[in-house]
């Protein structure tokens, strides 16, 4: 069984379920491919929801996490240096709020180490990952890491070897989780008794008011808002005490959640709730033109490459993040729009890309070749990227960015 189509709220289990978005049917974003496997690719729906119980955004279309995140796994968070810089800040309040030294941490989808590398010298850290060829790269840097979905009877274990934990994180990993309940349970056995679970996850506000529906991807189950993660937590007899908005990713939240304690929580939580109602994220009408909004970018997209390959120009494409894959496959890009799109992913390099089979080729090849036009896929790193590349645009080469809104500079 390798794909489910659900019926109930992963959060609050209602089946007040309407459907806000339909992209088509998409490979998985991170199985980059090769000619040969080319005839195994497999296309799942995807399609977002609102739930008009709790309010959260989710998939409905669960494909089997063996198949999204297997031992051969493409993303590595390190390659991007901006990532590298955000985790090390991340890591420092952690330090400052709260830990002291010794304590330990735990960081489930902890991918090559990138949170849990800073804490090496003076705390105690564990990753938990369940791509093997990622969590090897964790080890290099000397992070104990765990192969394997983090589960209840995990949380056992760690306890018995390890003792309870001070802080528990999941970032970028925490919105992929079907069964959020097992996660949260596992965590409560976990967790020392005045620790807290921070989660990083894309923010739904950032999502909707920037357009960022690339982000949409099957590996993404949930676009979270502050309101049903109150929700969550509160099933389970926790609480969500902190939350801050932080700028990796396009946009994401930061969130704090701790066992119940009756106590004052910041009141930034109740400033975003507040913002989120302000923009209509607890309505289902705020949704309505959600659909045509990201075909507009399309068609704007699809027009523009296609007119410039009827000129005969190059086309490439710059960073192959998981979220371009969305892009490419929507606007239905071939390699005969996109001549190749580089990454620094040394992985991915030599793939063609989930879909659409555009070949990886490493960034070295911009020293020499000077496409007409790159479109940024990852566009989240624009300004460090525009900087980065400012050789190559004295050149003559022009970056096409697609979100929030397609403009060519
Ligand atoms: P991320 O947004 O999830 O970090 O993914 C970004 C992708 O883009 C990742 O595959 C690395 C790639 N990338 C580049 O190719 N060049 C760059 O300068 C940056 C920042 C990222
Ligand atoms: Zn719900």
């Known amino acids: 069984m390798s794909h489910v189509h659900k019926t109930t709220c992963r959060v609050c289990k209602g089946t007040d379920l309407t459907r806000i978005l339909s992209l088509g049917e998409h490979p998985p974003v991170d199985n980059f491919t090769d000619a040969e496997h080319i005839k195994d690719e497999k296309r799942y729906p995807l399609e977002v929801y609102f739930c008009g119980t709790c309010n959260l955004v989710q998939l409905l279309d669960v494909v089997a996490e063996e198949e999204l995140f297997h031992g051969d796994y493409a993303y590595f968070s ?128 950032d999502l909707v008011e920037h357009m960022e529906f690339d982000t949409v991807y099957h590996e993404h189950l949930c676009y979270y808002s502050v309101k049903p993660l109150q929700h969550l937590f509160a099933r389970f007899d926790m609480e969500v005490c902190d939350v801050r908005r932080v700028t990796v990713h396009g946009g994401s939240i930061r969130v704090y959640a701790r066992r119940k304690t009756g106590e004052q929580v910041t009141e930034s939580v109740q400033a975003l ?94 020293k020499t070749e000077t496409p007409d036009y790159l479109l940024l896929l990852a566009w989240n790193y624009r300004d460090f990227i525009l900087t980065k590349e400012q050789e190559l645009r004295d050149r003559g080469a022009k970056f096409i960015i697609p979100i929030p809104n397609v403009e060519i500079v």
């Open 78 to 205: 390190s390659a991007s240096k901006p990532l590298v810089d955000h985790f090390r800040s991340y890591a420092d309040d952690l330090k400052k709020e709260q830990l002291t030294e010794g304590d330990l941490v735990v960081d489930i989808g902890s991918n090559d180490g990138i949170l849990l590398q800073n804490f090496v010298e003076k705390y105690r850290v564990l990753g938990i990952e369940p791509s093997a060829n990622v969590a090897e790269e964790a080890r290099k840097k000397g992070v104990e890491t765990l192969d394997g979905f983090f589960t209840v009877e995990m949380a056992r274990q760690i306890v018995a070897s390890h003792g309870k934990a001070k802080v528990i994180s999941a970032n970028n990993v925490f919105a992929h989780i079907d069964n959020v309940d097992e996660i949260i349970l596992g965590v409560k056995e976990l967790l020392a008794d005045d620790g807290v679970f921070v989660t990083e996850s894309h923010y739904l506000l």
């Open 273 to 366: 709730l507040l913002l989120e109602e302000q923009a209509g994220l607890h309505s289902l009408a705020r949704f309505a033109d959600f659909q045509n909004e990201a075909e507009a970018i399309k068609d704007k997209l699809v027009s523009l490459v296609r007119g410039f390959r009827k000129e005969g120009k190059v086309v490439t494409a710059y960073g192959a993040p998981a979220k371009g894959n969305t892009l490419l496959n929507f606007c239905g890009f071939t390699a005969e729009d996109i001549a190749y799109v580089t990454d620094t992913t040394p992985y991915k390099v030599g793939k063609l890309t989930p879909g659409s089979h555009i070949p990886v080729r490493s960034p070295d090849i911009l």
